[in-house]
C-alpha cells in the first residue's frame, strides 16, 4: 500500500480518537442545553474545577490553604495523607453535586421564565467566579493528575499493523480508554434517560417546561440533576484531559473545542455530539495532514469552525437538531 | 422632584424626538460633554489615560459596534477580535505605506476595510441564525488571526510578527507613539467615541435602525411589510464592523503602541466585548458604555482596593478580583435581568416619580 | 455618562495609597495567575526573595534599602500597561516585564520615559544592539543564541557534520515562538540540515497531529520553543511517540521541573538550553534558605528554592543589584535614579570572582555590557532531566553561539527597527 494512504489512515484513527474527547465535552454542553435551554458557557470552568478537586482530594491538598495562610500568618499546604483513587473521584463527583445544587438554588431560582440570554449571561457570570473560586482553593500551579490510566503508545496495534502494512500504527492508549469511557458514558445516558423515571422526567422538561410543570414534575429537582450529570460529565473529560497535560486553569480552553462540534451536531442532540465530534476530530487532522504543510501548518486553529459552517449551510439547525419552524 | 418633564413642553415632533427628552438629562448630556473635552484634558496623566481612559473608551467603541449587530440586528457575533485585528493590520499597513496621510485618514479607512471583511463574513448569517451563527463569526475570529500570524506581508516581514506603531501626528501633535502627550492620546480616542456614538445613536433611531430591530425581533415578519434582509442584515454587519475597525485600529495605534494578532486579539477578546454589550445592556447606547465601564474599571478598581489599600498578596487579589466581578454580574442579574441600562432606566424612572411614588 | 464619572471619581480616591518611597525601586511584573501562572509564581518568588535577601543580610544595595512592588500582569499585554504606569510613579528604576507582549510595547515607552527595560533570556532579540535600542538590556543570552547553541550542541554530538540531517523547530505560534526561525534557517544553509517548523497554536492543549507528523518525518532533532501548558503536552506526546529523549532540546522555557514531571519517568534524558547554573549547590541557595525562607519573608511557601525558574529569578535579580551598585559607584550616589540605572546597566560587568563573592561562583558566564553590545556573550549551557533523581544537570559548560550568523540579523532587524522610528544610533 502506498506509504501516503497508511498515513492518512493513521491520522484518521487519530482524528477520530480526538474526535471522542471534543465530543465529551461537548456532551456536558448539550444536556444543559436540552433540559434548560441554557447555553452554559461556564461548562470549561466545570472541568477545571471537577479536575483540580479530584487531584486536591487525591493528593490530601488542603482547600484555600494560601488564603488561610495569607489571614492566618500559618504555614499549611497538605493533610499529609493520600487518598485512594476511587475515593477521590466519588468525592469530586459529591463535589460537582454540590455545585449543581448550589447553582440551582442562588442562581437558576432565580431567573426562572427569562429569556435565554439572560440564562447565558449568568453563565458568563459563573465562568467569572469560578475562574477565580478555582485557583484560590486548590492554587494555580500546575497539578499532576494520575488515575492510574495507561498513556503512550498502543503495542499491539502497532505491531499488529506493522506485520499487515509494514508500518506501525500509533494509537494512544489514554485514547483507547477515553473512547470505551465516552461508549459507556453515553449508554448509560441513554438507558437513564429511556429507562428510569427520572430520565423520563429529564426528557419530558426538555419537551416541555410548562407541561412538563402541569404533571407534578419538580423542574428544580429536574435541575439539580441535569447539572449534577453535566458536572459528573465534566469530571471524566478533566481526567482525561488532565492526565495527558495536568491540570490548570487552561484546561477551560478545551470547552472551546466543543463550541464547532456543537454547531456542527446541534445544540439539542447526544448522537449529534458524538459525531459532530468524530466529524470534526477526522476532518481537522486530515486536513492538516493533506493541506497544512503547503499554508504553513496550525489549520486546526480555525478550520474545525469553516467545516462547520460549510455544513451549517446546508443544514441551518445542524445535524441533528431539531428542524427550524418559523411562523409569523 | 427637579427629575421630571413636567414644565418641559414640546411643541414640534422634533422635539419630542430627541435623544434626551428631559431638561436635566440634556444638561446633563451637554456638562459631561464640556468636561469631558474642557476640563479632563487639562488634568489627565498617563496612568489616568493609560490604565483607564483610553482602554474604556475604546472598548465602549468596540461595544457600540457589536451592540449594533447583536443587540440592534439580533445577530450573534464571536468575531469582535479578528475584525479589530483587521483594523489594527490595515491602520498598521497604511500608516507605514503613506505616512504623510493623516492618522485620522488611516483610522477610518482602517474601519472600512473592516466593514469589507464583515460584509464578507456576514453573508452566511442569511442562511444561519440564532446561536448558530455564532459559528460563522468564529470562523472569522480564527481564519484572521491564523492569516496575521502566517502571512508576513501583514507584519512587514519582521522578526518575530509584532507591529509597532511608528510616531504619526494630527495636525502637529503626536497622537501615537511613546512621545504622545497624554491628553493628546485622551482627546483623539474621545472623538472618535463621540462621533461614533452620535453616528450610532442616530442611525439605529432612523429607518436603518427600525429595520435592524425588524430582523431582530422577527426576521421572516419584517420580510413581510417589506424589509430586505439581505440589505439589513448586511448593513449591520458593515456599520458593526466598521465602529469595530475603528477601535481595534486605535487600540494598536494609539493605546497598546505594538500588537501581535494571537495576543491581542484572540477570542478572549470576543469574549469580552460581547459580555461587555451583554452586561451593559443588548440595544442600548448607554449600555455599551456602561458596559464597558464595568468591565474596565471594575478589575482596576478592585485591583487597587486589595493590593494598594489593603495590602492582600497580588494573586489572591487577582482570583477574588474574578470571584467579585462574577459574583457582580450574577446578583445584578437576579435584581435587574435585562442590563446595566435597564438597571438605569429604572433608576431614572423612580427618580421622575420621587418622591411621590404613586 | 454619570456612571462613568462616579465610578472614576471613585478610582481616584483609592488611588492615593501609595506613598513615594527613598527605596531603589525594582517592580516585578509578575503572574501568579492565569495560564502561565505555573511558570510566573517561581520567577517571581526568585526574584523577590533575591532582593529580601540583599535587605536582610546587607542592608540592601549601598546601604540603601531595595522594594519590591509586585504587580499582577496574568501575561495580559493591557494589564501589564496598567502596571507599568502604576509603578512608574514609585521611582522605578528598570523594568524586568517577563513576557514579550509586554516587552514590545514598553520597549519605546520605556525609553521615552528614561527608564531601562532588563528582559534576560526574553522579548525583543535585536535589542541586543545597544545602538539602536538605547534602554533595553537582554544579556545574557537572547532566542537567537539559543538556537545557536543548540545548534552546536548537536554539532558537537555528530562529529560536527549536519549534512542531511532533519531538525524539527516545534513552536508556539506567536512573536516569541517564531524568534527563532530566521536563525535556524541560516544555520541550516550554513551547516546542510533540513529545517521543517512546526507550529502549536495557543494553549497547545492538543497536539497529536503535530506529533503524529513528527513520527513520520522521524527527524534527528527536535528543537521546542513551548511555554505554558503546551511543555507539559509536548513532553508527553514525544514519550507516547517513543520519541528519544535525548534528541528532543527545549528552550529555557520549556526547561522546568513543572514540565518534566506530568510525563513521569518517560520524560528521563530530555534536554534544555539555559543561561544559568541548575539546582541549590551554590552559597547563595544557603543565605536565601536562612535569612529568607526560615526567616518567614519568603514570597512563595519556599518550595521552589533551587527549581529552573527560581533561579531563573535570583539570576535576574542579582544583575539588577549588580547594575545598580555599579550605577552608585559610577555616579557616586546612593539614591540613584532611573537614567543612571541605565549607565550602570550598559558599564556592567560581571566577573568569575565576583560571582564567587556573591556564593554563584559558575552560576553563570563572565561577561561585560558595552553600550553597543546589550546582549552579553550568548553563552548557552545544555541541562538533562533525570526523572529518578527529579532533578537537571548541566551536561555542558557555557558555550558561545554562532555570532557571525546572529550578528547580521540582529543588526538587520534593529536597523528596520531604527528606519521605521527615526533611531538615531546612541553609541559614538
Known amino acids: 500500500m502506498p506509504e501516503q494512504l497508511l498515513f492518512a489512515m493513521e491520522v484518521t484513527l487519530n482524528g477520530l480518537m480526538a474526535g471522542v474527547l471534543y465530543a465529551l465535552v461537548a456532551l456536558g454542553f448539550v444536556l444543559i442545553f436540552k433540559a434548560s435551554g441554557i447555553f452554559n458557557f461556564a461548562q470549561g470552568m466545570l472541568v477545571v474545577f471537577a479536575a483540580m478537586t479530584l487531584v486536591g482530594v487525591q493528593t490530601g491538598q488542603i482547600p484555600f490553604a494560601h488564603l488561610i495562610n495569607t489571614i492566618f500568618g500559618t504555614k499549611v499546604h497538605h493533610f499529609g495523607w493520600t487518598v485512594p483513587t476511587i475515593l477521590a473521584i466519588i468525592v469530586a463527583g459529591a463535589a460537582m453535586v454540590f455545585v449543581a445544587w448550589v447553582i440551582e438554588k442562588y442562581i437558576l431560582q432565580h431567573l426562572i421564565g427569562q429569556p435565554d440570554i439572560i440564562l447565558f449571561m449568568a453563565t458568563i457570570g459563573m465562568w467569572y467566579f469560578m475562574h477565580g473560586f478555582a485557583p484560590l482553593m486548590w492554587g494555580s500551579e500546575v497539578m499532576k493528575l494520575d488515575v492510574g490510566l495507561a498513556q503512550g503508545i498502543n503495542e499491539t496495534i502497532d505491531t499488529t499493523t506493522y506485520n499487515w502494512f509494514g508500518y506501525g500504527f500509533f494509537i494512544d492508549n489514554l485514547d483507547i480508554v477515553a473512547a470505551i469511557v465516552a461508549a459507556l458514558l453515553v449508554t448509560a445516558l441513554v438507558l437513564f434517560s429511556q429507562y428510569t423515571k427520572q430520565g423520563r422526567a429529564l426528557r419530558a422538561v426538555a419537551d416541555d417546561h410548562s407541561a412538563a410543570l402541569s404533571v407534578g414534575i419538580s423542574l428544580r429537582f429536574i435541575w439539580v440533576l441535569v447539572w449534577s450529570i453535566a458536572g459528573f460529565v465534566a469530571l471524566v473529560a478533566g481526567i482525561m484531559w488532565g492526565s495527558k497535560s495536568g491540570v490548570q486553569i487552561s484546561l477551560a480552553e478545551v470547552a472551546l473545542k466543543a463550541l464547532p462540534v456543537l454547531m456542527l451536531g446541534g445544540f439539542t442532540s447526544i448522537p449529534g455530539a458524538i459525531i459532530g465530534g468524530l466529524i470534526i476530530g477526522v476532518g481537522e487532522q486530515l486536513f492538516e495532514f493533506a493541506v497544512g504543510p503547503l499554508v504553513g501548518g496550525a489549520t486546526q486553529a480555525w478550520f474545525a469552525y469553516v467545516l462547520a459552517l460549510v455544513f451549517l449551510i446546508f443544514r441551518p439547525q445542524g445535524l441533528f437538531g431539531e428542524k427550524i419552524i418559523e411562523r409569523v | ?358 | 455618562m454619570t456612571f462613568k464619572r462616579v465610578a472614576a471619581a471613585s478610582v481616584a480616591a483609592l488611588m492615593v495609597g501609595s506613598p513615594v518611597m527613598a527605596d531603589l525601586v525594582f517592580p516585578s511584573l509578575s503572574y501568579r495567575t492565569g495560564p502561565f501562572a505555573a511558570g510566573g509564581i517561581p520567577y517571581a518568588d526568585g526574584f523577590a526573595d533575591y532582593m529580601t535577601l540583599l535587605n536582610e543580610r546587607d542592608g540592601g544595595i549601598g546601604g540603601v534599602a531595595v522594594s519590591v512592588p509586585e504587580c499582577e500582569t496574568a501575561y495580559n499585554t493591557e494589564k501589564g500597561v496598567e502596571c507599568y504606569e502604576a509603578t512608574k510613579g514609585q521611582g522605578a528604576l528598570a523594568y524586568n516585564p517577563l513576557s514579550t507582549g509586554i516587552t514590545y510595547q514598553l520597549i519605546p515607552k520605556a525609553t521615552a520615559d528614561d527608564i531601562p527595560l532588563y528582559t534576560p533570556g526574553y522579548g525583543r532579540t535585536s535589542a541586543a544592539n545597544g545602538d539602536v535600542f538605547s534602554h533595553v538590556f537582554n544579556f545574557p543570552a537572547n532566542y537567537w543564541n539559543g538556537a545557536s547553541a543548540a545548534i552546536n550542541h548537536v554539532l558537537d554530538l555528530n562529529g560536527g557534520d549536519l549534512k542531511g540531517k532533519k531538525i524539527v523547530l516545534l513552536h508556539f505560534n506567536g512573536a516569541y515562538g517564531k524568534e527563532p526561525i530566521p536563525t535556524l534557517t541560516k544555520l541550516g544553509e550554513k551547516h546542510g540540515f533540513d529545517l521543517t517548523t512546526i507550529p502549536i497554536d495557543y494553549p497547545g492543549q492538543e497536539q497529536k497531529a503535530q506529533w503524529l507528523q513528527i513520527r513520520r518525518e522521524k527527524p534527528d532533532y527536535v528543537l521546542f520553543w513551548g511555554w505554558g501548558v503546551m511543555n507539559q503536552v509536548a513532553i508527553q506526546e514525544a514519550a507516547n511517540i517513543r520519541y528519544p529523549m535525548d534528541q528532543f532540546i527545549g528552550v529555557w522555557w520549556s526547561g522546568a521541573e513543572h514540565d518534566v514531571k506530568p510525563a513521569g519517568d518517560k520524560a528521563t534524558g530530555y534536554k534544555a538550553m539555559t543561561f544559568h547554573g541548575v539546582g541549590s549547590d551554590y552559597p547563595v541557595f544557603a543565605d536565601l534558605q536562612k535569612h529568607v525562607v526560615d526567616a518567614g519573608k519568603a514570597a512563595g511557601d519556599g518550595s521552589n528554592v533551587g527549581t529552573v525558574i527560581y533561579n531563573r529569578g535570583v539570576y535576574a535579580a542579582m544583575m539588577l543589584a549588580e547594575a545598580a551598585k555599579k550605577a552608585q559607584e559610577i555616579h557616586g550616589v546612593a539614591d540613584i535614579t532611573s537614567a543612571q540605572m541605565r549607565d550602570g546597566l550598559e558599564q556592567l560587568e560581571i566577573t568569575n570572582a565576583r560571582m564567587a563573592e556573591l556564593g554563584m561562583e559558575g552560576f553563570g558566564p563572565e561577561f561585560k555590557v558595552s553600550c553597543a553590545n546589550h546582549g552579553g556573550p550568548g553563552a548557552i549551557a545544555i541541562q538533562q532531566w533525570d526523572a529518578a533523581a527529579g532533578k537537571w544537570s548541566l551536561i555542558s559548560d557555557f558555550g558561545g553561539s554562532d555570532m557571525d550568523v546572529i550578528q547580521p540579523l540582529i543588526d538587520a532587524d534593529s536597523a528596520a527597527y531604527a528606519a521605521e522610528n527615526k533611531i538615531e544610533p546612541q553609541c559614538n
Open chain 2, 1 to 358: 422632584m427637579f427629575y421630571r418633564e413636567a414644565g418641559d413642553f414640546k411643541t414640534s415632533y422634533r422635539d419630542d424626538n430627541q435623544t434626551f427628552p428631559i431638561r436635566l438629562d440634556r444638561a446633563g448630556y451637554w456638562i459631561a460633554l464640556f468636561v469631558a473635552f474642557c476640563v479632563i484634558p487639562f488634568f489627565v496623566n498617563d496612568y489616568w489615560v493609560n490604565s483607564i481612559f483610553a482602554p474604556f473608551f475604546i472598548y465602549a467603541i468596540a461595544a457600540l459596534g457589536l451592540n449594533i449587530l447583536t443587540g440592534y440586528a439580533g445577530q450573534v457575533s464571536l468575531g469582535t477580535g479578528g475584525f479589530m485585528a483587521v483594523g489594527a493590520y490595515a491602520c498598521y499597513k497604511l500608516m507605514v505605506a503613506f505616512p504623510d496621510i493623516n492618522i485620522v485618514f488611516h483610522v477610518l479607512i482602517a474601519g472600512g476595510i473592516t466593514a469589507a471583511v464583515g460584509v464578507a463574513f456576514g453573508l452566511p448569517s442569511l442562511r444561519i441564525k440564532g446561536f448558530y451563527l455564532a459559528v460563522a463569526t468564529l470562523a472569522a475570529q480564527f481564519f484572521l488571526v491564523w492569516l496575521f500570524n502566517k502571512v508576513a506581508w501583514f507584519y512587514n516581514y519582521s522578526a518575530s510578527g509584532q507591529i509597532n506603531a511608528p510616531e504619526r501626528s494630527v495636525f502637529g501633535i503626536v497622537v501615537t507613539g511613546p512621545n504622545t502627550e497624554a491628553w493628546a492620546k485622551y482627546m483623539i480616542c474621545l472623538v472618535f467615541l463621540v462621533g461614533v456614538a452620535w453616528m450610532a445613536r442616530n442611525l439605529t433611531r432612523g429607518m436603518t435602525g427600525r429595520k435592524w430591530m425588524g430582523i431582530r425581533d422577527m426576521d421572516i415578519a419584517a420580510e413581510i411589510i417589506g424589509v430586505n434582509p439581505l440589505m439589513a442584515k448586511m448593513s449591520a454587519f458593515a456599520v458593526s464592523s466598521f465602529f469595530v475597525g475603528i477601535a481595534g485600529a486605535l487600540f494598536f495605534a494609539v493605546y497598546l503602541g505594538a500588537a501581535e494578532a494571537g495576543e491581542s486579539f484572540g477570542i478572549t477578546k470576543s469574549f469580552l466585548v460581547l459580555f461587555m454589550v451583554i452586561i451593559g445592556g443588548l440595544g442600548s447606547i448607554f449600555g455599551s458604555f456602561a458596559g464597558a465601564a464595568f468591565m474596565v474599571l471594575m478589575p482596576v478598581l478592585l485591583k487597587n482596593v486589595l493590593v494598594g489599600t489593603m495590602g492582600w498578596p497580588t494573586e489572591i487579589a487577582a482570583e477574588l478580583e474574578f470571584i467579585i466581578v462574577g459574583g457582580l454580574i450574577v446578583i445584578f442579574l437576579i435584581l435587574e435581568p435585562h442590563g446595566l441600562a435597564q438597571l438605569w432606566r429604572l433608576t431614572k424612572e423612580k427618580l421622575r416619580l420621587w418622591p411621590f411614588p404613586h
